[in-house]
């Protein structure tokens, strides 16, 4: 089973070209270190909506936050992820 800390687990398998190398890069880009930094955030609100949606949508707020203190999400995930999930929260409120 993998550890949801392991940034190999958030990372994804390497972006290696499926077809074999001709000289020149033939699938994807290589990923900086911003890149692997959203789509893990991305992943840590996702879980965080998961969470509120299984508990009470009205919390969502307090409860992204207990998600990202229990999985002790790095301070850049954290904002990032914590910026996706505001933009949630906002837009439930404002439909209700």
């Known amino acids: 089973m993998s550890n949801l800390r392991d940034d190999t687990f958030w990372d994804g398998p390497s972006q290696e070209p499926l077809l074999p190398k001709t000289g020149k890069r033939t699938r ?3 990923t900086t270190k911003a890149e692997r930094m959203e789509t893990r955030g991305r ?9 509120a949606d299984v508990r009470d949508q009205a919390q969502l707020r307090r409860i992204a936050t207990t998600v990202f203190d229990d999985l002790a999400v ?10 996706l ?3 949630v929260a ?5 439909a209700r």
């Not at 992943?43 to 969470?51: H, M, V």
């Not at 906002?90 to 404002?94: E, P, S, T």
């Open 28 to 30: 994807g880009k290589p």
């Open 43 to 51: 992943a840590r609100a996702l879980q965080a909506l998961y969470a």
């Open 74 to 83: 790095v301070p850049e995930e954290r904002a990032f992820a914590s910026r």
């Open 85 to 87: 999930v505001a933009t």
């Open 90 to 94: 906002d837009n439930v409120a404002g």
